[in-house]
């Protein structure tokens, strides 16, 4: 490897995948944790130690160990965190998924300002940063690129698995029609198929009150369905949060672009992008989820984040591939001969 | 077995799981709302599902339902008095961000004043106290003592329109089954 080699593969965008693959796995640990931590304060609030079984004894242990260094009195202090993706209460400030401030104001068909303050954060991020939340932070993403990877593992082992190209808009008429229903029905029914909203729960269900509920069925058929109709095909088709995203970053600030100089035509980043886009062919679109997984696959940084509000029209072929050089070969034979 | 068998029985199957239970048709369920909660159609509207209420709640008091309740209520949160009742800590009304839950001080008055889960109302007839064996229990687990409850000579209780509902005397109560029960407020409306 020479030095220029090593020197390139530092660099900040070949790891930004790995940051974001960090930052999922945080968000779904912290999820995994904080039921935990909820039983643990109940422990502590009844001053039961004595009367816990061991296995209930052991995890007070380590939970004491885990937030000992940070307060004295887990009970009140351990709800400066709570909740999940879907609604948060950090330390006094609470913040919200857009989605469900918008379904919980077609389904109460008012305006309760002191919730919808708190998606302004999640709202202007998208605005700028795109479905950023799809690609760096939602839980079901976490589990959703897993399941993709055992598809991945499946198709190398021999086993068939389709990925049919549905109507992209599909998602949108999800997130219409479950804020028609929400209204109809008076109740937030779009938190019961949304899933970053039932990881969340259904981790609380399964973990502090010891049972998964009908969410996880759900899940379940959506991990299928990626496997049975199209890859990634929840987060590309139906689902409501990505749609509301999507439509969010229509005209974000933050893009990936191709330098069609340093393009070689290799076609990796086509095949690291899970949700089936064109980033060879320029084709980003309000899709993208800025992931960065292309950016990491190129071998020759022709991939980067830009600040710019639209994307670039087609450029045609990498300048370092056989298409371009053959174009440019012919062009010249021509004007030669002329 | 087929492919088909096992498909349709995988449909029933997962339609059966998402679908409310015949519970719910015989409307047998008599469960709380936390404290501070809207009306039943303003709460199930306004209420997002995501389970702060449930998670702060140290008394563990706060479950969630599935399906049992039909479809409008999954995912939202209810209490069994008999189960475990409510200790009025009102953290609860502090951690929803929508206000489905209002926010209620733990003071006597304003709990008195804005908290309405349901009415105690005491069975004479399985009463120990009312059967002539004195107990009191009730009287002695309830929260906010000679407001929402008093007792007779024989400690036989009765139960003042101050009561807020939160079960801790159907808890309580030794008798099985239990001769005091909350009568939730969405029911009796």
Same mark, same amino acid.
């Given at each position: 490897?020479s030095?220029s080699?090593?020197k390139?593969h =530092?660099?900040?965008?070949?790891q930004?995948?790995k940051?974001?693959?960090? @930052? =999922?796995s ?12 909820s039983?643990?304060?109940?422990y502590?609030a009844a001053?039961?130690?004595? =009367?816990?079984?061991p ?19 887990p009970?009140t ?9 879907w609604?948060a209460?950090?330390?006094g400030y609470?913040i919200s ?25 999640p709202?202007?991020?998208?605005m ?5 939340y799809?690609g ?5 993403t976490?589990?959703y ?10 198709r190398?082992?021999g086993?068939?698995?389709p990925?049919?190209?549905?109507w992209r808009p ?5 997130l219409?029609t479950g ?6 029905t008076?109740?937030?029914v779009t ?6 909203? &039932? &990881? ?17 069925v ?9 496997h ?15 749609a509301?995203?999507s439509l969010?970053?229509? +005209?974000?600030?933050?893009? &990936? ?6 393009c ?10 899970? +949700?089936?886009l064109?980033?060879m062919?320029?084709?980003f ?16 940084d ?6 710019r509000?639209?994307?670039?029209p087609?450029?045609?072929p990498?300048?370092l ?7 440019r070969?012919?062009s ?7 | ?6 498909l349709?029985? =995988?449909a ?5 799981s998402?679908?409310? @239970? ?7 369920l ?10 039943? @159609? ?13 998670e702060?709640?140290?008394?563990? @008091? ?12 999954r995912?939202?949160?209810?209490i069994i ?5 409510c200790i009025?800590c ?5 951690v929803c961000p929508?206000?489905a839950?209002?926010? &209620?001080?733990?003071e ?7 908290v309405d889960?349901?009415k ?16 009191g229990?009730c009287?002695r ?5 000679d ?10 209780p009765?139960v003042s329109d ?18 005091i ?5 969405h029911v009796t409306v």
């Open positions: 490897m030095r080699d090593a390139r =530092l660099l900040l965008r070949r930004l995948n940051l974001r693959w960090l @930052s =999922l945080l968000v779904f640990v912290t999820l995994v944790l904080l039921p935990l931590l039983i643990y304060q109940n502590t001053h039961a130690y004595d =009367l816990l079984e296995g209930q004894k052991q995890l007070y242990d380590v939970m004491e160990w885990l937030t000992g260094a940070f307060t004295d009195d009970a202090d351990l709800n400066a965190v709570k909740g999940t993706t609604s209460s950090l330390f609470k998924d857009p989605l469900a401030v918008v379904s919980q104001i077609a389904a109460s068909l008012t305006l309760y300002w002191p919730f919808v303050l708190t998606a302004l954060v709202l202007v991020a998208s700028l940063l795109g479905r950023i799809c760096w932070i939602c839980p079901a976490f589990l690129e897993l399941n993709d990877n055992l598809g991945s593992w499946l190398r082992a086993i068939q698995l990925d049919r190209v549905l599909l998602k949108y008429l999800v219409a804020l028609v229903l929400a209204a109809i008076g109740s937030v938190a019961a198929i949304y899933p970053p909203a &039932i &990881i969340g729960r259904e981790l609380y269900y399964g973990i502090a009150l010891g049972g998964f509920g009908a969410g996880a759900f899940f379940l058929l959506t991990l299928l369905f990626d049975l109709v199209a890859r990634r095909g929840f987060c590309r088709y139906l689902c409501p949060g990505g509301l995203y969010l970053g229509r +005209f974000r600030v933050l893009r &990936i672009q191709r330098d069609v100089a340093n070689n035509d290799c076609t990796k980043c086509n095949a690291a992008c899970q +949700f089936g064109d980033p062919g320029d084709g679109g309000q899709e993208c989820n800025n992931c960065s997984a292309c950016i990491s696959a190129c071998p020759t022709a991939l980067l984040f830009k600040l509000i639209n994307d670039l087609a450029q045609g990498g300048h591939g056989h298409a371009y050089r053959k174009q070969h012919v010249r034979d021509e004007n030669q001969a002329a | 077995m087929q492919r088909r068998t096992f349709i029985r =995988l029933a199957g997962v339609a059966a998402q679908l409310p @239970s015949a519970q719910a048709a015989r409307g047998g008599r469960y709380l709302r936390p404290p501070g909660a809207q009306d039943e @159609s303003a709460f199930v509207a306004n209420c997002i599902r995501c389970g702060k209420c449930g702060v709640c140290p008394n563990r @008091s706060i479950q969630f339902f599935g399906n049992e309740n039909g479809f409008a209520s995912d939202t949160p209810y008095p008999r189960e475990q009742a009025l009102m953290k609860c009304g502090e929508t206000g839950l209002a926010r &209620i001080p733990r006597a008055a304003p709990i008195l004043a804005k889960m349901g105690a109302q005491v069975n004479e007839d399985l009463c120990l106290s009312y059967q002539g064996k004195t107990c229990v009287y687990a309830c929260p906010l003592q407001v929402a409850i008093r007792v007779q000579r024989l400690e036989q009765v101050a009561c807020v509902g939160c079960g801790l005397c159907e808890r309580s109560c030794i008798q099985l089954p239990q001769a029960r909350v009568i939730p407020r």
